[in-house]
């Protein structure tokens, strides 16, 4: 039996404190007394999953599940929503009917008890649209007045709309809705092309495959990804988790509190189900060549994408149905002298084929016993139009998986990742190169580290990532990673997992780090080729409108063919810095190099300009740097004014965070630059700032004034 403290029931059933607030903490003293309850029962991941998939409480869940979930498409197993309430009716029915209550009872209980399975499970958009949806199809059958069920969900939206408009906002909602109703308008007009599989797995396949392409838009939207193979995951495990597992888990839980010994078998054979649901989900998830990146669409897109699908489906349903009909007709024996009178009988004006005109036509004249050419005239249209909304729809998809045109014009753009740096540059050619992936600072100490949170923000899964899919960023071409610091590579972990990439390049020094490890044991795991850069290496073409120029950084022992790779604590000195020449302009980037480390170039610059020409960027006067990103987020340490003499930048831009606790950028680095230089952009003032590159002409752009 489930206990609540006495001093909380009894707020909650005095006459006066029936409100919210006493029923939330109500509901979240029950969802608490039932999360130690799965505890007891379900040990390591498997608790956290249970949690999720039982109690709609996801504070537990392995992050590491949830991301392979995710990857698949089957997050919504781990959401409360219609299939959870579907569930608990059918078993609620099932009791009642066990009780031997009436019908009328049955229904009128169960639909009482569903805003208590809503308050127990979170209370989240998806769970609130099906328990109304629920209680009203209940309260209908009970009164026998059960219609529409697009009727139900217009009434459900309506009632939380006006309960909440902000609900129209929230992913879960239009999620929700929009599958929900997609089922009932599009299940209907496949299940005639799956006539050839039997009716309980047509069934299954149509609900699947309908979900699949109504979720699809929203989707690529929102997440940006959509495994090749997600169809296939959810005929496979939907079936198992929704009719096996989930209510394993409900039952276990229910008997845990009156006999802790069976609970505890079934939680065992749960768990057995939930290990080999893991495992199918990763071996599913072994190739990244099924994970497609798609940028997000826009509105027009993702209306064309309905219309054309919803006019294929109907036009394969009426072939279909046209198809059995006459397949039928063939072997009945109809009457010779029965067949005028029945072509006489016909409504011509309520013909409701695709063609209205041309059926009311052609019946005129099968009528008159000329011909029948309207049959071939619309058998001929139908497969015209088939044939073209196909290839509507095929352009539909390619026109959107297709990162946008820049139309020869190369793109940098300096991501607001807070206090760090990170920098996206798209050639003219459309190659992809990501400089430096930001990344948490965490301050604390070993001894405190169980302050830390489950799952602590973090920037490059949080912002970076993100980011990276919404633009159409299908694989990255190289990660350049300027030094070895937190703000600088912490975010590349997540893109090392989450996009393909081709290449790493660092400066080729080590830092005792645990970010540092483990992203370069990622990318040796992954067979990532790593390219150490420096001063001595050759000039780096990335197409024939983009080339890379490294100045840093200068060891004594660069020119050695073998040489171990340094282990540098302080890894600001040995930053990678170079110069990016796209489009006849050129940027400089700094990562966070100090003063020592740019007088050093500025010798070597000096030295290279009278020996040789590999690099001549100061032998001209007035060739200047178009843009200069300014090292160490605008620290007093670096940016001196020998520095700003030497390359005279048009531009700089600063990435800092805001409010950042180290002051940042310096008020001398600022006035230093304003002498020098015509324009400064700062993250933390502008957020990001992207610079268009054609014809030696940069065009700038900020997020904010």
Same mark, same amino acid.
Request: charged share 20%; hydrophobic share 45%.
């Given at each position: #039996?489930?206990?609540?403290?006495?001093?909380?029931?009894?707020?909650?059933?005095?006459?006066?404190?029936?409100?919210?607030?006493?029923?939330?903490?109500?509901?979240?003293?029950?969802?608490?007394?039932?999360?130690?309850?799965?505890?007891?029962?379900?040990? /390591?991941?498997?608790?956290?999953?249970?949690?999720?998939?039982?109690?709609?409480?996801?504070?537990?869940?392995?992050?590491?599940?949830?991301?392979?979930?995710?990857?698949?498409?089957?997050?919504?197993?781990?959401?409360?929503?219609? #299939?959870?309430?579907?569930?608990?009716?059918?078993?609620?029915?099932?009791?009642?009917?066990?009780?031997?209550?009436?019908?009328?009872? =049955?229904?009128?209980?169960?639909?009482?008890?569903?805003?208590?399975?809503?308050? %127990?499970?979170?209370?989240?958009?998806?769970?609130?649209?099906?328990?109304?949806?629920?209680?009203?199809?209940?309260?209908?059958?009970?009164?026998?007045?059960?219609?529409?069920?697009?009727?139900? %969900?217009?009434?459900?939206?309506?009632?939380?709309?006006?309960?909440?408009?902000?609900?129209?906002?929230?992913?879960?909602?239009?999620?929700?809705?929009?599958?929900?109703?997609?089922?009932? $308008?599009?299940?209907?007009?496949?299940?005639?092309?799956?006539?050839?599989?039997?009716?309980?797995?047509?069934?299954?396949?149509?609900?699947?495959?309908?979900?699949?392409? $109504?979720?699809?838009?929203?989707?690529?939207?929102?997440?940006?990804?959509?495994?090749?193979?997600?169809?296939?995951?959810?005929?496979?495990?939907?079936? *198992?988790?929704?009719?096996?597992?989930?209510?394993?888990?409900?039952?276990?839980?229910? #008997?845990?509190?009156?006999?802790?010994?069976?609970?505890?078998?079934?939680?065992?054979?749960?768990?057995?189900?939930?290990?080999?649901?893991?495992?199918?989900?990763?071996?599913?998830?072994?190739?990244?060549?099924? #994970?497609?990146?798609?940028?997000?669409?826009?509105?027009?897109?993702?209306?064309?994408?309905? +219309?054309? &699908?919803? =006019?294929?489906?109907?036009?394969?349903?009426?072939?279909? @149905?046209?198809?059995?009909?006459?397949?039928?007709?063939?072997?009945?024996?109809?009457?010779?002298?029965?067949?005028?009178?029945?072509?006489?009988?016909?409504?011509?004006?309520?013909?409701?084929?695709?063609?209205?005109?041309?059926?009311?036509?052609?019946?005129?004249?099968?009528?008159?016993?000329?011909?029948?050419?309207?049959?071939?005239?619309?058998?001929?249209?139908?497969?015209?139009?088939?044939?073209? %909304?196909?290839?509507? %729809?095929?352009?539909?998809?390619?026109?959107?998986?297709? =990162?946008?045109?820049?139309?020869?014009? /190369? &793109?940098?753009?300096?991501?607001?990742?807070?206090?760090?740096?990170?920098?996206?540059?798209?050639?003219? @050619?459309?190659?992809?190169?990501?400089?430096?992936?930001?990344?948490?600072?965490?301050?604390?100490?070993?001894?405190? !580290?169980?302050?830390?949170?489950?799952?602590?923000?973090?920037?490059?899964?949080?912002?970076?990532?993100?980011?990276?899919?919404?633009?159409?960023?299908?694989?990255?071409?190289?990660?350049?990673?300027?030094?070895?610091?937190?703000?600088?590579?912490?975010?590349?972990?997540?893109?090392?997992? @989450?996009?393909?990439?081709?290449?790493?390049?660092?400066?080729?020094?080590?830092?005792?780090?645990?970010?540092?490890?483990?992203?370069?044991?990622?990318?040796?795991?992954?067979?990532?080729?790593?390219?150490? !850069?420096?001063?001595?290496?050759?000039?780096?073409?990335?197409?024939?409108?983009?080339?890379?120029?490294?100045?840093?950084?200068?060891?004594?022992?660069? /020119?050695?063919?073998?040489?171990?790779?340094?282990?540098?604590?302080?890894?600001?000195?040995?930053?990678?810095?170079? *110069?990016?020449?796209?489009?006849?302009?050129?940027?400089?980037?700094?990562?966070?190099?100090?003063?020592?480390?740019?007088?050093?170039?500025?010798?070597?610059? @000096?030295?290279?300009?009278?020996?040789?020409?590999?690099? =001549?960027?100061?032998?001209?006067?007035?060739?200047?740097?178009?843009?200069?990103?300014?090292?160490?987020? /605008?620290?007093?340490?670096?940016?001196?004014?020998?520095?700003?003499?030497?390359?005279?930048?048009?531009?700089?831009?600063?990435?800092?965070?805001?409010?950042?606790?180290?002051?940042?950028?310096?008020?001398?680095? +600022?006035?230093?630059?304003?002498?020098?230089?015509?324009?400064?952009?700062?993250?933390?003032?502008?957020?990001?700032?992207?610079?268009?590159?054609?014809?030696?002409?940069?065009?700038?752009?900020?997020?904010?004034?």
């Amino acid at each position: #039996m489930i206990k609540v403290k006495g001093s909380d029931l009894a707020k909650v059933t005095s006459p006066d404190s029936w409100n919210v607030s006493h029923i939330l903490r109500w509901t979240d003293a029950v969802r608490h007394k039932l999360g130690g309850k799965l505890d007891q029962l379900y040990g /390591g991941i498997h608790a956290g999953y249970m949690k999720g998939l039982v109690i709609g409480n996801q504070d537990d869940l392995d992050p590491d599940t949830f991301m392979e979930f995710s990857r698949l498409g089957l997050t919504h197993i781990l959401a409360i929503s219609g #299939m959870h309430v579907a569930v608990i009716v059918g078993c609620l029915l099932f009791v009642c009917t066990t009780l031997r209550m009436t019908r009328e009872t =049955s229904l009128t209980v169960v639909m009482w008890l569903i805003p208590v399975y809503v308050l %127990l499970t979170g209370a989240s958009p998806s769970i609130i649209r099906a328990g109304i949806m629920g209680m009203i199809g209940l309260y209908a059958a009970r009164r026998r007045l059960l219609k529409d069920g697009l009727h139900i %969900l217009s009434v459900a939206a309506l009632v939380m709309l006006l309960w909440n408009p902000y609900f129209l906002v929230n992913v879960s909602f239009q999620l929700s809705f929009i599958v929900t109703a997609g089922l009932m $308008i599009f299940v209907p007009k496949l299940m005639p092309l799956l006539s050839f599989l039997p009716r309980w797995l047509a069934g299954t396949v149509g609900i699947t495959v309908v979900a699949q392409l $109504i979720s699809f838009p929203l989707t690529i939207y929102y997440f940006n990804q959509v495994s090749l193979i997600s169809v296939f995951a959810n005929l496979i495990l939907v079936p *198992v988790i929704s009719l096996v597992v989930l209510p394993l888990g409900m039952v276990s839980l229910l #008997m845990g509190w009156v006999w802790m010994r069976g609970a505890g078998w079934l939680a065992a054979v749960t768990e057995w189900l939930n290990q080999m649901t893991f495992r199918v989900v990763e071996w599913m998830n072994g190739s990244s060549a099924l #994970m497609t990146l798609w940028p997000s669409p826009s509105l027009a897109w993702i209306l064309c994408y309905f +219309v054309v &699908l919803y =006019s294929l489906l109907s036009i394969l349903k009426m072939r279909s @149905e046209n198809g059995e009909g006459e397949r039928s007709g063939a072997d009945d024996t109809v009457p010779l002298e029965g067949r005028e009178s029945l072509d006489s009988k016909r409504d011509l004006s309520g013909a409701t084929g695709m063609f209205p005109l041309v059926d009311q036509w052609a019946g005129a004249l099968r009528w008159r016993g000329f011909f029948r050419a309207s049959d071939y005239i619309e058998r001929y249209a139908a497969r015209a139009a088939i044939v073209l %909304l196909s290839a509507a %729809l095929v352009f539909l998809l390619y026109g959107g998986y297709q =990162s946008p045109s820049m139309h020869g014009a /190369g &793109l940098v753009q300096f991501l607001d990742v807070g206090q760090g740096d990170s920098i996206l540059v798209t050639t003219p @050619e459309g190659k992809h190169i990501l400089i430096d992936g930001g990344g948490t600072v965490n301050f604390r100490r070993e001894k405190d !580290a169980w302050k830390e949170r489950k799952a602590p923000y973090e920037v490059g899964a949080k912002v970076v990532v993100p980011l990276l899919k919404k633009r159409g960023v299908h694989q990255l071409e190289a990660v350049i990673m300027s030094h070895g610091d937190q703000d600088h590579i912490g975010g590349l972990q997540a893109v090392l997992q @989450e996009i393909p990439v081709k290449s790493v390049v660092f400066n080729g020094t080590l830092t005792d780090s645990a970010s540092f490890r483990k992203l370069m044991l990622t990318a040796v795991q992954q067979r990532i080729p790593i390219y150490e !850069a420096g001063v001595d290496r050759e000039v780096w073409k990335l197409d024939s409108h983009t080339e890379i120029q490294f100045l840093a950084p200068i060891f004594p022992e660069s /020119g050695e063919t073998i040489k171990p790779l340094p282990l540098i604590k302080e890894q600001n000195h040995a930053s990678l810095v170079f *110069v990016l020449q796209m489009n006849g302009s050129r940027i400089l980037f700094t990562g966070d190099t100090d003063q020592a480390a740019e007088h050093k170039i500025l010798l070597y610059l @000096e030295e290279r300009s009278s020996q040789d020409d590999i690099i =001549s960027l100061l032998a001209a006067a007035g060739d200047r740097i178009d843009v200069m990103k300014v090292a160490h987020h /605008g620290s007093k340490t670096s940016t001196s004014a020998l520095w700003l003499n030497a390359w005279k930048p048009k531009a700089a831009v600063i990435s800092a965070g805001v409010n950042n606790m180290y002051g940042h950028p310096h008020p001398d680095v +600022v006035g230093r630059l304003e002498r020098s230089t015509n324009l400064i952009y700062q993250t933390n003032l502008h957020g990001e700032i992207q610079m268009r590159i054609k014809d030696g002409h940069i065009d700038t752009r900020t997020k904010l004034p």
